[in-house]
């Protein structure tokens, strides 16, 4: 934690940090092995669940509730992704992984921003990756200080790497540092929910960029389709939770927070 996000001040930190790093940790190691493919063809990441509570590797606590790194395995772990790998503190690759059986082609749009939500690149780039195949498709590099392919007004730390599909459903993004390093803005959180037919349906917006992104509070018995994730400027995410057999969604008290955000709280 120290390393790569700090040293946490309280128990709500330390929880966040703990999770922050292993759902990363298990992020990098996953794409790098991946990336090889078929020189690697396989990951297992140990361990699922605790038998007790302690601390160790699982990726869903003795309660039942998942911690970041099973949201985040479900991302890393689909037949297709986008990855962004780090070649130096001013070079960045993009990588298109292809596990399906089937051959990929699609628009990818490279962008490279500011927290605030200002551009300084954008490229749409055609990619065809054969099934079961990776593929390098662009080298990109962004410095304040040299003429390279993007050059932006300060230093790196400043900005950030943006990969998605047209569809917006897949993307990867890369930071100039650690998380401790980079200057995030505090971001103000929006949050709208709607309680439909057993369903709450929450919409979470932010003015900045609003790094790690969690619903949380009395989440004991719930199901949500997605949680732990990055919010950027002047954009939304929406997200559905439910109740598990014989738990009820009424009366929750839930809230949504960001590491560089304070708790927006909802009353179900």
């Known amino acids: 934690m120290e390393q790569h996000i700090g040293t946490p001040k309280n128990l709500d930190e330390y929880i966040d940090y703990s999770m922050f790093v292993q759902a990363e940790g298990l992020k990098f190691g996953t794409e790098h092995f991946r990336r090889r493919f078929p020189e690697t063809s396989g990951a297992l990441i140990w361990q699922l669940n605790d038998c007790c509570p302690v ?99 300060n230093r790196n730390r400043n900005y950030y790497i943006i990969a998605k599909d047209k569809n917006g459903e897949k993307q990867a993004i890369r930071f100039f540092g650690e998380y401790k390093a980079v200057p995030l803005p ?31 509070g009395d989440i004991e018995g719930l199901v949500f389709n997605d949680n732990y994730f990055d919010i950027e400027p002047l954009s939304e995410k929406k997200i559905q939770v439910k109740a598990r057999s014989n738990w ?14 304070k708790k927006q709280y909802i009353h179900v």
């Open 248 to 261: 009820n969604l009424r009366g929750k008290k839930l809230y949504v927070k960001a590491l560089n955000s």
């Open 55 to 153: 601390h160790s590797w699982s990726m869903v606590d003795h309660d039942l509730i998942p911690k970041a790194s099973y949201y985040y395995s479900k991302r890393f772990f689909k037949p297709i992704i986008l990855s962004l790998v780090e070649i130096d503190n001013t070079t960045t690759e993009l990588w298109v992984i292809n596990n399906s059986l089937s051959n990929y082609n699609d628009e990818i749009i490279l962008s490279v921003k500011d927290f605030f939500g200002n551009m300084y690149f954008n490229e749409n780039i055609n990619v065809t990756v054969k099934a079961n195949t990776t593929k390098m498709v662009k080298r990109l590099t962004v410095s304040g200080r040299f003429y390279k392919n993007v050059i932006v007004p």
């Open 186 to 216: 505090t971001a103000t959180i929006r949050v709208e929910s709607l309680f439909n037919e057993n369903v709450l349906e929450i919409c979470i917006s932010t003015d900045t960029y609003a790094r790690f992104v969690k619903v949380d």
